[in-house]
């Protein structure tokens, strides 16, 4: 799964897109907590986006002639239990660049939101019906899945700046109805299966982003709901655990499932910017800024390893 080894990118790789923008959407909401409600700083915020945006645009080209010319690559990619649920990364990915790109082409980013949200919907229901037709053993699960089966929380992120409230709420409730199937089947496995290879170990941290959108975009679609407020407390809770479990990263193989500790990381920090701005209290304001820069250093991290692992 490296990307760097292999003459066509996996599809994988449009986690990359997600953590850049998704680092470029959180800043954008935290600046306000963080600043008084001055405006986001162009030179931080706007730059992830930018970079999201060149990389998608390298990436796409990309895989649309992995398609042309190795199909059945493609094929595998969908049809293997270990890998399908990265299928998502393109159309999540097109979302929250979608979201990214709003204030400046809107007629752009919508045309590229709804696109995405077509596919993600299309996939969700083939994952479905792949999930009925049996013969998937309980193993080949991972944190992967919840970008396929569980990814319409994130499509609000994009949504709502362009106004797509109805949408949002449609892609968001059927994927917050089967959350808690999925993230109970993966913790089902994580106790009595066989544990994760090293090189998808960063997968785990997909397990931040339900608690962290479904809080986060839950409380924007539904304010009424305020008890989604201790999903972000669980949130928080969950990721101490798995900062400690991954105490060892440094010995894991790189790959391109790096990338997916960016962004459950940029999710929780734009949980943590939601709920300072509700709460307004230093302790939330510090936690605000902690988890932005905590996610912060992960997608640099990532980002350099990246560069260095294309050179190589």
Not at 167 to 196: E, H, N, Q, T, Y
Not at 255 to 277: Q, S
């Amino acid at each position: 799964m490296n990307a760097a080894r292999t003459p066509y990118p996996p599809i994988g790789a449009f986690g990359a897109v997600m953590g850049l923008a998704g680092l470029g959407l959180s800043a954008r909401a935290a600046a306000p907590v963080l600043a008084g409600a001055l405006p986001a700083p162009a030179h931080f915020t706007e730059a992830w986006i930018a970079l999201a945006a060149l990389v998608f645009a390298w990436l796409l080209p990309a895989y649309l002639w992995k398609l042309a010319r190795s199909p059945q690559a493609v094929r595998d990619e969908f049809a293997n239990p270990v890998t399908m649920g990265f299928c998502a990364t393109l159309p999540l990915a097109m979302t929250l660049l979608a979201g990214g790109l709003a204030p400046y082409v809107p007629a752009l980013a919508g045309v590229l939101w709804w696109a995405g949200v077509a596919l993600l919907l299309a996939m969700q229901v083939w994952g479905l019906q792949r999930l009925l037709a049996g013969g998937i053993e309980l193993g080949q699960a991972n944190g992967g899945w919840l970008m396929l089966f569980v990814g319409g929380i994130v499509v609000p992120g994009g949504g709502l700046p362009l106004g797509n409230e109805e949408m949002s709420r449609f892609a968001f409730g059927v994927s917050a109805a089967i959350a808690p199937l999925i993230l109970g089947l993966l913790l089902l496995r994580g106790a009595i299966g066989p544990a994760l290879p090293a090189a998808l170990r960063p997968s785990w941290f997909i397990l931040l982003v339900p608690p962290a959108l479904v809080y986060a975009h839950g409380s924007a679609l539904f304010p009424d709901l305020a008890f989604l407020e201790v999903l972000f407390f669980f949130g928080l809770v969950l990721a101490a655990s798995l900062m400690i479990y991954a105490r060892d990263l440094a010995r894991w193989p790189f790959g391109v499932p790096w990338w997916a500790f960016t962004f459950p990381l940029d999710a929780l920090a734009y949980a943590a910017a939601r709920y300072a701005g509700d709460h307004p209290a230093p302790v939330w304001t510090l936690l605000c800024g902690a988890t932005l820069l905590l996610a912060t250093l992960a997608v640099v991290l990532v980002l350099v390893r990246s560069a260095l692992a294309l050179r190589g």
